[in-house]
Every structure is written in structure tokens, then in C-alpha cells.
């Protein structure tokens, strides 16, 4: 093989590293020790995951769900996000939890937002959980009395990253009540495949060929 060709490879499979590169595993935390990260990023797979920041959720009403007690657990694709004990909301109650957060990897393609499975709504109550990546894209899971519309997703032109916030509120309407958990909701992401170092390496020395 020529020095040009042998440059051309490890050129090719060094791209392929820093495509794939990732930070420390995300673990079972609560939410605000994920806001303690920072800029400081963990990884679930090749997604990763940083910038958490808690903000109120909006509404004069609206009871705030506590970050210290939301609990953040790493899935397949994505995160989970649980209570120790599941949230009831009665009449004239809403509880809320807002979040922002910024998730990486090689070729972003889309996401899904799911409520937890246990969850209720009688009368006017309901339950949502708004995921929204801005001009990307976003995707609203709603469940009411005698209908559950979760998962939902949203899809995306391949991009490298997503600035996202969740919304999250359990409204028990004027005359009617909801409850969730213990898990809340469930976000996951959807990456296009990438094509191995090896393989990109081949395809351009048949090029340079």
C-alpha cells in the first residue's frame, strides 16, 4: 500500500473514532444531581447527554414536581424519568416538571416521548408529556378519560445534536383527576446508521484507486 493510501486509512478510521466517541455512562441519578453536571456530559450508548437545566413549569397554579425526587434512569436509546411514588392530581390540581437538556451523538434522525404505563384520567383530567427540539422537531404523548395517545415521535434530517426541553404535567381539570407513576415518562432517540471505520476506509481507497 502506498504512504498516500495508508494516510488516506488512518485519516478515515481517526474520523470514525471521534464519531463515535462518548463520555462517562449515565446512571441511575436524581434530576437535580444531573443538573449539578453542567456542560459535563454522560453517555447511554453513543447518545449523550448534558446541559440539564430545571425551570418552573408554566401556569400560576401549577404545583412543581421536585427534581430531587424525580429519579433519571438510563434505558435502551434513551432515559426514563420515575417518582417514588406515583403523582395524583385532584380537582383544581396541576403538578409540572420542565426541563432542558442537550443530547449528541453521530446522526440524530428523531425522537419519542412516552407516558408511563400506569397512569389514569377520569373527567375533563389529563396527562401530557411535550417534547420539543425546536425547528427539529417535537412530539406531545396525551392521555385523557377513554384515551391514551403514547408513544409519539417525531422525525428529523440526520443532525449531530438536539436542544430539547420536556414538559411534564398531571392536571386534574375542574371537575376530574389524574394519576401517573411511578414512571413518568419515557424519552428515546433514534440515530441513522453510520457506517464503520473499515468500511468508509475501502470506499475511499476504491476511489483513490
Known amino acids: 500500500m502506498s504512504s498516500s493510501r495508508l494516510a488516506l486509512v488512518s485519516f478515515v478510521i481517526g474520523l470514525g473514532s471521534i464519531g463515535h466517541a462518548t463520555a462517562a455512562p449515565c446512571l441511575t441519578a436524581s434530576l437535580s444531581t444531573y443538573q449539578s453536571m453542567g456542560a459535563v456530559a ?3 450508548g453513543t447518545l449523550n447527554f448534558s446541559g440539564f437545566s430545571v425551570e418552573s413549569f408554566p401556569g400560576p397554579t401549577a404545583q412543581q414536581i421536585a427534581s430531587s425526587s424525580t429519579l433519571v434512569t438510563p434505558i435502551a436509546n434513551g432515559l426514563s424519568l420515575s417518582s417514588v411514588l406515583p403523582i395524583s392530581a385532584s380537582p383544581g390540581q396541576l403538578f409540572g416538571l420542565r426541563f432542558l437538556f442537550d443530547v449528541g451523538a453521530p446522526s440524530l434522525i428523531g425522537a419519542t416521548a412516552a407516558l408511563g404505563a400506569q397512569n389514569g384520567v377520569n373527567g375533563d383530567g389529563a396527562i401530557t408529556a411535550f417534547l ?4 427539529v422537531g417535537n412530539a406531545i404523548a396525551i392521555a385523557i378519560d377513554g384515551l ?3 408513544p409519539v415521535s417525531f422525525a428529523s434530517l440526520p443532525v449531530s445534536s438536539y436542544s430539547a426541553f420536556l414538559e411534564l404535567g ?4 375542574t371537575f376530574g383527576s389524574a394519576s401517573l407513576g411511578p414512571t413518568l415518562a419515557s424519552l428515546t432517540f433514534a440515530q441513522s446508521p453510520v457506517p464503520e471505520p473499515g468500511t468508509m476506509a ?8
Open 148 to 150: 391514551s395517545d403514547t
Open 132 to 135: 420539543d427540539a425546536g425547528s
Open 170 to 173: 398531571i392536571d386534574g381539570g
Open 42 to 44: 454522560c453517555s447511554v
Open 202 to 209: 475501502l470506499s475511499l481507497l476504491a476511489l483513490a484507486a
